[in-house]
C-alpha cells in the first residue's frame, strides 16, 4: 500500500525557519515525481513545485520561486518544504501528492503550518 | 501561469447531471493531455477522480467523466448523489514544466 506520511502541524513566528517533511513507503521512492501542495485557509489549492527523487529535478511554480525550498533524501525516502523566513501569509495546510503531473493519487494527510506573533 | 478558469459554483439536484467546466490556454490545457481531476471534503485531503483528460483510477464510480476541446476541459458528474457534494479542482502540466489548479468549483447537490 502507498503511502505518505507528513510531519506533524507546526506553530512558528515570523521570521522562523522551517522545514517541514513527506516519507513514501509501499513504492519505489525515487522514481516517482512528488509536489507540494499550499492551501489556505478557506482558500483553494495551489501546487507549489515538484522534485523527482531519482536526480532531485525540481521546478517551482512562478509565484512561489525563491519563496521556499523543495528537497529530497532518495536515502530516506522522505521529500521536505521549507522556509528561510516565515511570513503570517505562509499560515496554511500543506500537502504532498505522488504523481502531480499524470495525476495524483496518493496524497498525504497534510501539515498545518501557523505562523503568528 | 495563472490559475486555470473554473466556475465558482454549480448545483443540480439528484439523479441529475453537472458538469463543471476548466479553461486554460494552448500553453497548460490545450497543449497537454495531462489535465486531472480532484474531488475535496471539508477538512479532507483531495481525491483524484480523473486523469490523463479521461482515465479513471480503480475504485471511482464510472458516474464521474472527463473530456477535452480546445484550451477547456470538463468533468460530468452524472446521477448525482448527495455525497458528490464537495469541491472540485482540475489541474493541467504546463509549458513552465510544472502543474497549475483551477481556482475550485463548489457543487452543491440541491
Known amino acids: 500500500e502507498v503511502q505518505l506520511v507528513q510531519s506533524g502541524a507546526e506553530v512558528k513566528k515570523p521570521g522562523e525557519s522551517l522545514k517541514i517533511s513527506c516519507k513514501g513507503s509501499?513504492?519505489?521512492?525515487?522514481?516517482?515525481?512528488i509536489g507540494w501542495v499550499r492551501q489556505m485557509p478557506g482558500k483553494g489549492l495551489e501546487w507549489m513545485g515538484i522534485?523527482?527523487?531519482?536526480?532531485?529535478?525540481?521546478r517551482y511554480s512562478p509565484s512561489f520561486q525563491g519563496q521556499v525550498t523543495i528537497s529530497a533524501d532518495k536515502s530516506i525516502s522522505t521529500a521536505y518544504l521549507q522556509w528561510s523566513s516565515l511570513k503570517a501569509s505562509d499560515t496554511a495546510m500543506y500537502y504532498c501528492?505522488?504523481?502531480?503531473?499524470?495525476?495524483?493519487?496518493?496524497w498525504g494527510q497534510g501539515t498545518l503550518v501557523t505562523v503568528s506573533s | 501561469q495563472s490559475a486555470l478558469t473554473q466556475p465558482a459554483s454549480v448545483s443540480g439536484s439528484p439523479g441529475q447531471s453537472s458538469t463543471i467546466s476548466c479553461t486554460g490556454t494552448?500553453?497548460?490545457?490545450?497543449?497537454?493531455?495531462?489535465v486531472s481531476w480532484y474531488q475535496q471534503h471539508p477538512g479532507k485531503a483531495p481525491k483524484l477522480m480523473i486523469y490523463?483528460?479521461?482515465k479513471r483510477p480503480s475504485g471511482v464510480s464510472n458516474r464521474f467523466s472527463g473530456s477535452k476541446s480546445g484550451n477547456t476541459a470538463s468533468l460530468t458528474i452524472s446521477g448525482l448523489q448527495a455525497e458528490d457534494e464537495a469541491d472540485y479542482y482540475c489541474?493541467?502540466?504546463?509549458?513552465?514544466?510544472?502543474?497549475?489548479f483551477g481556482g475550485g468549483t463548489k457543487l452543491t447537490v440541491l
Open positions: 501528492a505522488r504523481e502531480p503531473i499524470v495525476g495524483a493519487r496518493d
Open positions: 490523463d483528460v479521461s
Open positions: 509501499g513504492y519505489s521512492f525515487p522514481s516517482y515525481w
Open positions: 489541474s493541467s502540466y504546463t509549458s513552465t514544466n510544472t502543474p497549475v
Open positions: 522534485i523527482y527523487p531519482g536526480d532531485s529535478d525540481t
Open positions: 494552448s500553453s497548460d490545457v490545450g497543449g497537454y493531455n495531462y
